[in-house]
């Protein structure tokens, strides 16, 4: 009798049904000459299916990977399936936790790694040749990004493509979609803790929220960890509705009866940050903002117990329609230098 199969999560459970559009790559029937002088069999992938196994290894999910690939995860499934099947090897190992590779998908996965490089390296140059590089970059980012990360971001962009013009707004993370939804930028950049409808994104970054006093509070000589029912009754200087901010603690304070009415609603991080040091009240706000406050005392970090404030910072553009040019230049920077941070 043969063991039963093993079961899978929702989001990484194969599908029998799909869109035309989104039938997975069948391999082609034609052998294409490589740089040498051979041939690529029918068994090589596409370059889609490839960065897809790359988002399924690092996430750990199928439907993680598809969500910010901006397809449907029953598509990315039957691609998965399809490759397997091309390949003629298991990549993926599924269980209620997830999607892992294989031994022989891990070897697949840095092979497939390299050969997407190479091609991004590809596509880069032809992007030079056609002159997209002198193009206009038109960026919109919440505050948090733009004041502690967008700085690095676009130094390495024009050091790479001193041509490129690049015009930055700021707004918080629900503008920053109202704004890339109405084509008023090419590249978007949020912290909330999802894609807003209508758009896709990736992830490029992570923050974590804090809780300070200025030295002079109450809470800065307390030696127990604050609790989410703590904090959630007490009265805080908070961000305005519509933050990424605000939105990643009213989320997190949910279970606890929501966030009490805030003492302050200020729009900024620099008038947060002034507002607990003069004694306002407590202060929730990006980690990114408060390390020199922090390291000179001029702020208290509170502990947390029971209540998590890490959040994913996102690049966002309208679904269906990947960046290209310097916005695709941006985006892979991005990615880098968080990689190396």
Not at 231 to 237: E, M, Q, R
Not at 239 to 253: F, H, I, K, M, Y
Not at 317 to 336: D, F, I, N, V
Request: charge should be positive.
């Amino acid at each position: 009798m043969a063991p039963p199969a093993p079961t899978s999560r929702p989001d990484d459970r194969p599908h029998q049904h799909e869109r035309p559009d989104e039938q997975p790559f069948k391999g082609s029937q034609r052998r294409l000459t490589g740089a040498h002088g051979g041939t690529l069999s029918a068994r090589v992938p596409e370059l889609g299916a490839l960065e897809l196994l790359l988002a399924v290894a690092r996430l750990g999910s199928v439907g993680r990977a598809a969500a910010e690939l901006g397809v449907s995860q029953p598509a990315a499934s039957a691609r998965i399936k399809g490759m397997e099947r091309q390949i003629g090897v298991a990549l993926l190992e599924r269980s209620p936790r997830g999607s892992r590779p294989t031994d022989a998908g891990r070897l697949v996965v840095e092979w497939a790694r390299s050969v997407v490089e190479a091609a991004q390296s590809l596509d880069a140059g032809i992007d030079a040749l056609r002159g997209r590089r002198d193009a206009r970059l038109r960026v919109v980012a919440s505050l948090t990004v733009a004041e502690y990360l967008m700085p690095g971001w676009l130094l390495a962009l024009h050091d790479a493509s001193p041509e490129t013009a690049v015009t930055l707004r700021t707004a918080n993370s629900a503008d920053v979609a109202s704004h890339v939804l109405a084509g008023d930028a090419d590249l978007g950049f949020i912290e909330g803790p999802g894609t807003p409808p209508g758009l896709s994104g990736a992830v490029v970054a992570a923050d974590r929220l804090v809780v300070v006093v200025g030295p002079g509070h109450p809470w800065a000589r307390r030696r127990a960890p604050l609790t989410g029912a703590e904090l959630a009754a007490t009265p805080l200087v908070l961000r305005e509705p519509g933050s990424g901010t605000r939105e990643v603690l009213d989320q997190a304070l949910e279970p606890y009866g929501g966030t009490a009415t805030p003492r302050l609603e200020l729009a900024s991080s620099t008038a947060l940050k002034a507002a607990a040091m003069t004694g306002a009240g407590p202060v929730c706000l990006s980690e990114l903002a408060v390390v020199e406050e922090l390291a000179t005392r001029r702020l208290v970090e509170i502990p947390l117990i029971g209540i998590d404030l890490h959040r994913p910072l996102r690049a966002v553009w309208p679904s269906g329609h990947r960046p290209a040019g310097p916005a695709r230049e941006l985006l892979g920077l991005t990615r880098k230098l968080t990689r190396r941070d």
